[in-house]
């Protein structure tokens, strides 16, 4: 099937991305920007659009026949405008698959004991909102959506998105050797449940197949524990081995009404990774893959290697290669000046090392260079375009 999901570099998007192609479908992503630090084993379809902007996004489903839609979009909004413009995109793609006879639209939210949700009213206020959007197109429109209601989902790159997540947070302080401490809201809600990135994944794999799914889908897993107990899970995880199982006696408290929901009933799904095994394999990306967040002085270098120092580059080879030229003014031969020469070298060479932009600016001193250049040979610089063998060169 061809899926398309919004906020395909976001922590969720980029993992379920990986887990459908696997699954043999056609992935296409949109997001506002490309996150440079994730990587995909495969080729995604990659739009770079803003979600609200309706020409460009019905160009896509007017292109492609797309089965699913699933709005990934789980940012930790904080002001108005963001907020607004998160409604935004998802009113307008739920529009353009009310249109396009979209098969299932799926939507992430979280469960209302979600420590993360409970740190941040506005990103509680803003599921609650695009839970309401959904069930108006459903019930007015008839649009197939299931609203996917999750715990504390936890797994590789969650710490390169807004995704809030206790976890990422404690695994990034201990990788600058602080100390581990939760937040006075935090201590507040006891009990919490966690699920692997990967079990999630499965969940909706399993969704999509299914044809007819409710409107609200719980997936939890097994693993409630309190807060103090995770913080010594996250703590210890990066010494446990095959052989230590110091964590199993862990106590794991089941909620009462906690019951079979429609994942494990009609889909036969559960979750297999716990929250030793899940932490194993967080902590394993977060050493061998993960890039911290430079420091603002380390951000500026960055910045000026990227941005700034290919313009100087530029410029100072430009300026060995007019002292090249301008040197052979004085030679006769038409050779030295039409023929291959030192700007045709320079402009390539820009090329490979930065790209279409420098090679562009290069193609034009080099252009200004050559008109000069014929200039001091006594040549008008005007007649020059209209002659053939000059204007070729110049072409």
Request: aromatic letters at 12%; a positive charge; one cysteine or more.
């Amino acid at each position: 099937m061809n899926i398309l999901i919004v906020g395909g570099y976001g922590f969720i998007g980029s993992n379920l991305a990986e887990k459908l192609h696997k699954e043999g479908h056609s992935i296409f992503l949109i997001d506002k920007f490309i996150n440079e630090k994730i990587k995909f084993t495969f080729k995604p379809v990659i739009f770079v659009y803003n979600a609200a902007d309706n020409d460009k996004c019905s160009k896509i489903f007017e292109l492609y026949n797309l089965d699913i839609i699933i709005y990934a979009v789980n940012s930790n909004i904080n002001d108005d405008k963001s907020k607004q413009e998160q409604m935004s995109g998802l009113v307008n793609i739920l529009d353009l698959s009310r249109i396009h006879n979209i098969k299932k639209f799926i939507l992430f939210s979280d469960k209302e004991n979600n420590i993360a949700l409970k740190q941040n009213k506005n990103y509680f206020f803003l599921k609650k909102q695009e839970e309401l959007y959904c069930k108006g197109w459903q019930d007015i429109y008839n649009i197939p959506v299931s609203i996917v209601k999750m715990t504390n989902v936890y797994g590789p790159y969650m710490a390169y998105s807004t995704y809030p997540s206790v976890i990422n947070q404690f695994c990034c302080e201990l990788l600058k050797k602080k100390e581990l401490d939760c937040n006075e809201d935090t201590l507040n809600y006891n009990i919490q449940n966690y699920i692997y990135i990967m079990d999630l994944t499965e969940a909706v794999k399993l969704i999509i197949e299914k044809k007819s799914t409710p409107f609200y889908i719980d997936v939890y897993s097994k693993e409630n524990v309190i807060i103090d107990h995770l913080i010594r899970i996250v703590k210890e995880t990066k010494i446990i081995t095959k052989n230590n199982t110091s964590f199993d006696n862990i106590s794991r408290s089941k909620s009462s009404n906690e019951k079979d929901t429609f994942c494990q009933r009609e889909l036969h799904w559960t979750a297999r990774y716990n929250l030793v095994t899940g932490m194993e394999a967080v902590w394993q990306w977060y050493k061998t893959a993960y890039i911290p967040q430079s420091s603002p002085k380390m951000q500026e270098k960055q910045v000026w290697r990227k941005e700034i120092l290919p313009y100087i580059e530029n410029i100072v080879i430009f300026a060995i290669t007019a002292a090249l030229n301008i040197a052979m003014r004085y030679n006769t031969s038409f050779i030295n000046t039409t023929g291959i020469d030192y700007s045709q070298i320079y402009i390539m060479l820009m090329g490979l090392l930065y790209g279409k932009r420098q090679s562009i600016i290069a193609a034009v001193l080099s252009m200004g260079l050559f008109i000069i250049s014929i200039g001091l040979k006594g040549i008008d610089s005007v007649a020059a375009f209209y002659h053939m063998e000059y204007i070729i060169h110049l072409g």
